[in-house]
């Protein structure tokens, strides 16, 4: 393009420089070589014309389209409202303005028009949150809780945390077509995993790299789109925070199995898929009086308790197996608890 647009601009040059000859030929007559004054001055804009106009159209636009493409919905949108309200203002203020003697009332307007349309982009822009959170509570717009920031038929972004890329699974989930949204990886996130896989301990920096393996994989091989981006909200101090300011930026929902993070999203309203509890809703259902075969591995915490576990990892409490670890027995499930932390299974020896 800027091939393009440099002969444009040495031609545009040459009519600027030859059309100024032409309207003050006085001041070339008068001198010792006027051809060759002229042909330098014509030379000289064509030079001008040439080396200017791509900075003055094709460099900024080209910038202009960066920063767009790299600003989310949310502020994009924030931005035009804030560009349309604040030229708003200033056609209000101009009309009086305009009134005023020359030159205030000629560049007066323009340049409030000029101050009150940036100075509300960004204010706007900034104060994007706060602002959807007031129109909500004046009821100019209502949240749909089952498809926040996202269309009609599902959401279309998940960002991920830093627990759900170690724990690995996430992997298996993606590969199975459960979860199909884009998946979107902040830079900070990469920047924690990092620092895990560095680690002085062997478990974390094993984890860690075990992270990295699985992103990769998620990233070459993978059915769903991973997109790593540079979203790093500076009001937020720790992961959990940026996590959940960008999450609430882009209207998308937080993949993590991270038990604090996934209260302080609900909190503020935004959707969490937690591999935890994902997990725990595939277990097989059990009921009252159904029987198990289950091998007592220790001790309750209550006197004559016996704890074992079922294959999926279910903890089962039964009621006087203590004095049956390290042995096969046959309970009846007498009731089932469901907790943020997982399921329980309470049960009683089987009658003989």
Do not use: C
Request: glycine fraction near 10%.
């Amino acid at each position: 393009m800027i091939r393009i647009i440099r002969p444009l601009g040495a031609a545009l040059g040459a009519l600027v420089g030859l059309s100024f000859v032409l309207t003050e030929e006085k001041l070339f007559e008068n001198t010792a070589s006027p051809t060759l004054i002229i042909l330098i001055w014509v030379l000289a804009w064509v030079s001008v014309g040439f080396l200017l106009l791509p900075y003055l159209t094709v460099v900024p636009a080209g910038w202009l389209v960066r920063e767009v493409q790299a600003m989310s919905t949310a502020e994009f949108v924030a931005a035009v409202v804030g560009l349309l309200l604040g030229l708003l203002i200033a056609l209000l203020l101009g009309l009086p303005l305009s009134a005023l003697p020359e030159p205030f009332g000629r560049y007066l307007p323009l340049g409030v028009s000029i101050f009150l349309g940036l100075g509300m982009v960004g204010l706007t822009v900034a104060k994007r949150e706060d602002l959807v959170v007031a129109a909500q509570a004046a009821g100019l717009i209502r949240r749909d809780e089952t498809t926040t920031g996202a269309t009609q038929s599902g959401q279309t972004q998940v960002v991920v945390d830093t627990s759900a890329i170690i724990d690995g699974r996430i992997a298996d989930i993606v590969d199975s077509g459960f979860l199909y949204h884009r998946l979107v990886i902040p830079h900070f996130v990469l920047e924690e995993l990092q620092r895990i896989a560095d680690s002085s301990d062997t478990q974390r920096r094993g984890r860690g790299r075990r992270g990295l393996e699985i992103l990769a994989r998620l990233q070459k091989d993978g059915p769903t789109q991973v997109e790593i981006v540079t979203d790093d909200p500076q009001e937020a101090g720790d992961v959990d925070g940026k996590l959940v300011a960008t999450a609430r930026a882009r209207g998308a929902a937080i993949l993590t199995n991270d038990f604090n993070l996934n209260r302080v999203a609900d909190l503020q309203s935004i959707r969490v898929l937690n591999i935890n509890s994902l997990a725990n809703a595939l277990k097989p259902a059990l009921l009252p009086g159904e029987a198990l075969g289950i091998k007592i591995l220790t001790e309750g915490k209550e006197v004559g308790q016996g704890v074992g576990y079922l294959d999926d990892g279910t903890m089962v409490v039964v009621e006087g197996g203590a004095r049956f670890v390290d042995q096969e027995l046959d309970v009846v499930v007498t009731r089932v608890l469901q907790t943020v932390m997982g399921r329980m299974v309470f049960a009683q020896l089987h009658p003989e």
